[in-house]
């Protein structure tokens, strides 16, 4: 936790130091979009963070949630909104592979990063009373009976989609691949026996995982998921590959100064709160705070790269 504080003090202080001040943000309601549906892992951390990000800035935020085109219509609203701080969003790496899919009007750089908060890794699940127990059994599957296994992720050209096509491409298996508009859609349709498997984040799965309708079979982490201790890392499998996501806070671009300093306040001390920590933990997710600045601009702009450069291959 220090570095990271540190980091954030030197980031208030020399914004400070230029005379900056953060007095005079916020002064209204702060609306935070939200690109699906609700009860998605997107929205539960909105309305997780909600009340101590409320608490820090001072006002009141709205969570208005977007639907449409697997997070495309959100993210373009906030694009295309004033760059004034009150319009913000929570994005996460189907920033970048509805770039590279050619899907977006909006590129990455179209937002300022105000923070990151959290990072969760991609898993596989299935119906808890379909006929596989374990990842090799899907695989073997798929591989026998290539285009028959249904396999669902949250919208064409999102982030769940390209890492499902990467996972496809590195194991070499071929399955019907199904998009669905938003997380919370594609819970309900493998629960409902609609389709077979899914990948999705971990906290997008956890209404479904917790209900004992869907089973985990492999994580794309570096390290087994704590909250299923039993589940394999792809990695453990023998594949080298490890896919994790990332949610953070973004505005349009252009947003002044002191309303980076205000965000960076506000999510150090809505991160810190022990009821946020333990809330994202119980999603499977862990919480990772970094403030705005040049180590998390860098840190977009690899992923974008690697996203973007991903999404093009697949759309040839």
Excluded at 83 to 98: C, E, M, R, S
Excluded at 189 to 197: F, P, Q, R
Excluded at 264 to 269: C, S, Y
Excluded at 270 to 288: C, F, L, M, N, Y
Aim: charged content about 20%.
């Amino acid at each position: 936790m220090f570095h990271k504080t540190a980091r954030l003090s030197i980031f208030l202080g020399g914004l400070l130091a230029a005379g900056i001040a953060t007095a005079d943000y916020p002064t209204k309601t702060i609306t935070m979009v939200i690109p699906y549906g609700a009860g998605g892992g997107t929205d539960v951390l909105a309305r997780t963070l909600q009340p101590a990000l409320e608490e820090a800035l001072g006002q009141t935020i709205v969570v208005s949630n977007v639907p449409g085109g697997g997070g495309i219509l959100g993210f373009t609203q906030v694009a295309n909104a004033r760059p004034d701080g009150y319009t913000v969003t929570i994005p996460n790496n189907v920033i970048f592979a509805t770039e590279g899919m050619g899907n977006a009007t909006y590129t990455y750089s179209d937002f300022d990063y105000l923070g990151n908060v959290m990072t969760e890794d991609y898993v596989v699940a299935v119906r808890a009373d379909g006929p596989w127990e374990s990842w090799e059994a899907l695989v073997e599957d798929m591989q026998a009976n290539p285009g028959t296994v249904s396999f669902g992720f949250s919208g064409a050209g999102g982030s769940t989609h390209v890492a499902s096509e990467i996972l496809a491409d590195m194991v070499g298996y071929r399955a019907r691949q199904i998009p669905h508009d938003g997380s919370s859609d594609a819970v309900a349709a493998a629960m409902g026996g609609h389709i077979d498997a899914l990948m999705l984040n971990l906290a997008d799965l956890a209404s479904g995982l917790r209900s004992g309708r869907l089973i985990p079979l492999v994580s794309l982490g570096t390290e087994r998921l704590a909250e299923y201790p039993d589940v394999p890392t792809l990695s453990e499998l023998g594949h080298d590959l490890n896919l994790t996501n990332w949610r953070g806070i973004a505005a349009p671009a252009g947003v002044d100064e002191e309303v980076k300093a205000a965000w960076a306040a506000a999510l150090e001390a809505a991160t810190s709160d022990p009821k946020v920590q333990e809330a994202i933990a119980s999603q499977g997710a862990e919480v990772d705070y970094m403030p705005p600045g040049e180590e998390l601009d860098v840190r977009m702009a690899e992923l974008a790269e690697s996203f973007i450069r991903t999404a093009q291959r697949l759309k040839q």
